[in-house]
Antibody, heavy 116, light 109 residues
Framework: QVQLVQSGPEVRKPGASVMVSCKAS????????ISWIRQAPGQGLEWMGW???????NHEQKFQGRVTMTTDTSTSTAYMELRSLRSDDTAVYYC??????????WGQGTLVTVSS | EIVLTQSPGSLSLSPGERATLSCRAS???????LAWYQQKPGQAPRLLIY???TRATGIPDRFSGSGSGTDFTLTISRLEPEDFAVYYC??????????FGQGTRLEIK
């Protein structure tokens, strides 16, 4: 079955960087994109950006200059790096497969905590 | 950017009742490119509906979506205990960007 498995929880200090991985299985990885969505504690869903199967990227303007999304097709893994972390970046970060615009399925989520 | 406003913010109903959740867009959503997701505590969201009215694989037929333009509705015909969760709408008509509504919390009465 189609599955996305994300890396484990991370704790970082303000100003540091974090990289979250998302390993896909059960489908032809290059045929779909991967999107990244985050959810702050008790809040709603916030789209961060996506990377297509061919490696093209697009991200929300607020993350300009701080986020990098990449893929490794040899291992069917997507990566999201967020730099210059602030306390308000504390959130659960999800990856999700997308093809036609909707997201299905989602990874289990990775909690990133930013605290001094 | 298309802003999605969901109403009500929370809804208290009993099992067996009908739930009607609304999602209103600040401008017309192209081609009715709207999806609905269900999220239970501690879990990732799950796709329910895409294209405003097409159920995703494995979704029970008590879930239905309707609407076009700026007004969309998710209806759960007869609530089961496992349906109490938070529901989000998402528009993808403004690709490459996309936006989510703020969510509707469906609670057991």
């Amino acid at each position: 079955q189609v599955q996305l498995v994300q890396s484990g929880p991370e704790v970082r200090k303000p100003g540091a960087s974090v990289m979250v991985s998302c390993k896909a299985s059960g489908y032809n990885f290059p045929s779909y994109g991967i999107s990244w969505i985050r959810q702050a504690p008790g809040q709603g869903l916030e789209w961060m950006g996506w990377i297509s199967g061919s490696g093209n990227t697009n991200h929300e303007q607020k993350f300009q200059g701080r986020v990098t999304m990449t893929t490794d097709t040899s291992t069917s893994t997507a990566y999201m790096e967020l730099r210059s972390l602030r306390s308000d970046d504390t959130a659960v970060y999800y990856c999700a497969r997308f093809g036609m615009g909707w997201f299905d399925p989602w990874g289990q989520g990775t909690l990133v905590t930013v605290s001094s | 950017e298309i802003v999605l406003t969901q109403s009500p913010g929370s809804l208290s109903l009993s099992p067996g009742e009908r739930a009607t959740l609304s999602c209103r867009a600040s401008q017309s959503v192209r081609f009715s490119y709207l999806a609905w997701y269900q999220q239970k505590p501690g879990q990732a969201p799950r796709l329910l509906i895409y294209g405003a009215s097409t159920r995703a694989t494995g979704i029970p037929d008590r879930f239905s979506g309707s609407g076009s333009g700026t007004d969309f509705t998710l209806t759960i015909s007869r609530l089961e205990p496992e349906d109490f969760a938070v529901y989000y709408c998402q528009q993808y008509g403004s690709s490459p960007s996309t936006t989510f509504g703020q969510g509707t919390r469906l609670e057991i009465k």
